[in-house]
């Protein structure tokens, strides 16, 4: 392959604040389709927060419901089905991209109504990954982030891949950290993935900073069958 594969672990240890990250793939074996997503946190409304599966969903919930602040950008729905198809993001637009795919419209044209997160100086980008079984399996990444520092415009991208065996794809809303927070750039990550979703699930808790780690979901998806299996980690219990 011409691209190289990157260690996930390597990417994780060096940057001390990825912030949320998303990683979508393919088993080395190619029987599952595989998807990540963690979520870190600097301030005390950031960390207070954890994991809950509900059926195919996830949603997160606070830890402590008296230390809140401020829930818009903290509490939302990172995963959501639809169908054969497996919405997973880093804020509400999960239920933006629900709502156009249940009324037939489209995975892009729900994110031309959105924009990065109103956190000035931050301006949190927005990052959303779909997986679409509804043929053969195949998977999108995106990001939408401010023009500049002054936020006077949102430029968005899109990445629509075909899936390869034990290969994924990692997008993470900042490049680490900072006053204010740089954003991301370029283009995903291309990363490993293996067939054990332990190993894979350890991997990524054991790489992201001890201190700012909050909680990371990972699924396997069967492709034949569609049945899956999930791991979760929740730093506060």
Not at 12 to 27: A, D, F, H, Q, T
Not at 87 to 114: K, M, P, S
Not at 152 to 179: E, L, M, Q
Not at 213 to 229: C, N, Q, T
Request: charged share 25%.
């Amino acid at each position: 392959m011409a691209t190289d594969i990157n260690d996930i672990g390597e990417i994780l240890r060096e940057n001390e604040y990825p912030g949320r990250g998303v990683i979508i793939g393919k088993s080395m074996d190619g029987k599952n389709a595989v998807f990540a997503y963690f979520i870190m946190g600097r301030s005390e409304n950031s960390r207070n927060r954890v994991f809950v599966e509900n059926g195919s969903d996830l949603v997160i919930h606070p830890f402590d419901s008296s230390k809140v602040e401020d829930p818009s950008l903290i509490i939302y729905s990172p995963v959501r089905s639809f169908r054969k198809k497996v919405i997973v993001t880093n804020g509400d637009q999960t239920d933006t991209i629900f709502d156009f795919l249940a009324n037939g419209d489209t995975f892009e044209n729900a994110l031309d109504t959105r924009c990065f997160e109103p956190d000035e100086p931050n301006y949190t980008p927005r990052i959303s990954g779909f997986l679409d079984f509804e043929n053969a399996f195949s998977y999108k990444l995106s990001i939408l982030k401010a023009a500049d520092a002054s936020s006077s415009g949102c430029n968005r991208f899109t990445f629509s891949y075909s899936p390869v065996d034990g290969v994924g794809h990692f997008i993470h809303t900042y490049a680490g950290n900072g006053k204010p927070i740089p954003s991301f750039f370029g283009e995903p990550e291309v990363v490993g993935i293996g067939n054990d979703i332990d190993e894979y699930t350890n991997l990524l808790w054991d790489n992201l900073d001890a201190d700012n780690k909050v909680s990371l979901y990972v699924r396997f998806i069967d492709i034949e069958s569609g049945a899956f299996k999930s791991r979760m980690i929740n730093k506060n219990v």
